[in-house]
């Protein structure tokens, strides 16, 4: 398995390189926001604990006094665009609408 995939290995690198390349240059930048923002994900794809640990760490907020916001791109979903999961005070669409993990996670 290790020789399958240390080709593919090579060519996420240079892909990464040249990524970080245009970013030390000023081709392209980061975002800057005026809120905190914590990111919770990896390139690992399901079983990480990425859901539930986003979960613990916006219920802790929650009790520290902050709003947190969960922003998701809804793996599986059946809808496209911007979809608004909960507004703070009830769930706004289905669970197709907006993917089983952010209908879970406003739940």
């Not at 240079?14 to 081709?27: E, H, Q, V």
């Not at 859901?51 to 006094?65: C, I, Q, S, V, Y």
């Not at 911007?82 to 996670?105: N, Q, R, S």
Request: hydrophobic residues 40%; contains cysteine; glycine residues 12%.
């Amino acid at each position: 398995m290790r020789k399958l995939l240390f080709p593919i290995s090579i060519i996420y690198a240079i892909i990464t390189g040249i990524r970080n390349f245009f970013y030390d240059m000023g081709i392209i930048s980061a975002v800057k926001f005026s809120i905190q923002v914590i990111s919770v994900g990896n390139i690992t794809t399901g079983g990480s604990g990425k859901t539930p640990m986003t979960m613990l760490l916006a219920n802790e907020a929650k009790t520290r006094g902050y709003k947190p916001g969960i922003v998701s791109r809804g793996y599986g979903r059946k809808s496209t665009g911007l979809t608004i999961v909960h507004d703070g005070c009830k769930l706004k669409t289905t669970v197709e609408k907006a993917g089983d993990e952010p209908y879970l996670m406003a739940n």
